[in-house]
DNA sequence: TTTTTATATTTGTCAAACCTTTTGCGTTTT
DNA sequence: AAAACGCAAAAGGTTTGACAAATATAAAAA
């Protein structure tokens, strides 16, 4: 009676009839903005309670898979794939990794400084002129000397991504929002004095200007350089910088 | 009375429960292995009743931000932000995008080709002995005969794994895996006949092999041919392949 | 001393109801 | 006839209270 003990229980009841849906969405068998039954039908078809049902679909809800909206005309949809949705998971998923300090600072830059260099290449193959005018739009914005630090990162941010989003390549974009939303973050912490700020739109300004003229091999060495030299003035911020345990009210 | 209306009701109890909780986490008022209140004494703080509770926190189990045991020593615990469980999240949400045609092929490739290319820069580099020893391991995997399709292919992909994993670089090979998982099975849906098995043993062994030799160059090129030149063969395997709807018993 | 048993604790599940939001229809009013 | 209003039904959102299952710890028996 040597038979296999696993699989007869995957886990909660929760956990498997999310698996099921989950895989009813993925392999097609329920298309998009297709209306899944009922809670209470739910529950009765899998022979479970409702509040059971609602664990699994709050599971999926949490994946981006499915959505629920009140009412007689609502329900639980299947959701379209959204690329803002996905990439704000992985962008969540790579700031817990960062924040609990389970990538090196140097890894960090170097990796950055590669993937971008290698973007600022495909943006001076592929850029149209609304890619240089939404940079430019921020090196207009970065200028401005009342800006705040939290202002002056989001627009630093927004130029990097439009470097991203130059390149016109769908996969690329997607996988450079994580490196970009979660990586500067960390690395932009405590700089940005006024000499830096300047160094900052004197380097975004040229790599513009070399993605302009479609210069590749400037534009990669740019931004390169512009990345990885924050390197020496992060390890500076980071040493004079001990974390202390927050004692704020907890749960 | 020109107030903002909004920030007043934020979405459903759970959901602010679970971004409360979730807020705990990331700012580290929740230390990693720390436990959490039992259900009924959350419900009790919160000032709601113990399944809205078990919603939130199934939602946030989801994101891989806690997990739950039971018994006496059991309860709710923050867990350690792990890359494999953070891989598997945004490699999901990269395949079910592919998935659902969201993205073209040619980006797909393009983005493979380049990106791989610059892993095989870094690989050339940084490459120990170890990571040589993990490709020859799949290159004579490869060379077997008798091995099916779905064999070859998961070989095929622990090889591009191996090349990233010889960067040496985390932030990489974690954003890499989404590349490599997710992409990678569309693309060897319906190739590898013999002879097509030939030809991408030939580049994976030449691409060790400049690996090997540090030749960043002829490695980076090598392994951008070798991924764009799927892209021919599988432009006509796609034109083939029309999905049909799949009829099968729904939820 | 080792093994077994009991017990307390905590998550997992269930059942039945009530609340809130949303929609659509029917009525009333203009 | 058209617009405004109000009501009722449908569906998710929430509550209450209880029981079931697992499991670590302590107690009891061998």
Known sequence: MALHYDEIVRGSLAKQVADLIRAAILEGRLQVDERLPTEEELARRF???RPTVRE?????AAQN??????????GTFVTRPDLDAAARTIT???????GMGRFEIDEIVAARGQTEALCCRLAARNRTDEDLDAMAQELSLQQDETLNDEDFCASDVRFHRAVVQATGNGPL???MHAMIESFIPITNMLIYRHHERRRTIGAHQKIRAAIAERDEDTAAALMQHHVEGMRAVLDQALAHRRPEKPGGETI
Chains 1, 2 share one sequence.
Not at 56 to 60: N, Y
Not at 92 to 98: I, S
């Open 173 to 175: 974009q997607f996988i």
């Open 47 to 49: 022979g479970i309670s």
């Open 65 to 74: 898979l499915i959505r629920s909206r009140r009412g007689p005309a609502g």
């Open 56 to 60: 699994a679909l709050k599971v999926l």
């Open 92 to 98: 969540d998923a790579a700031t817990l990794l960062v």
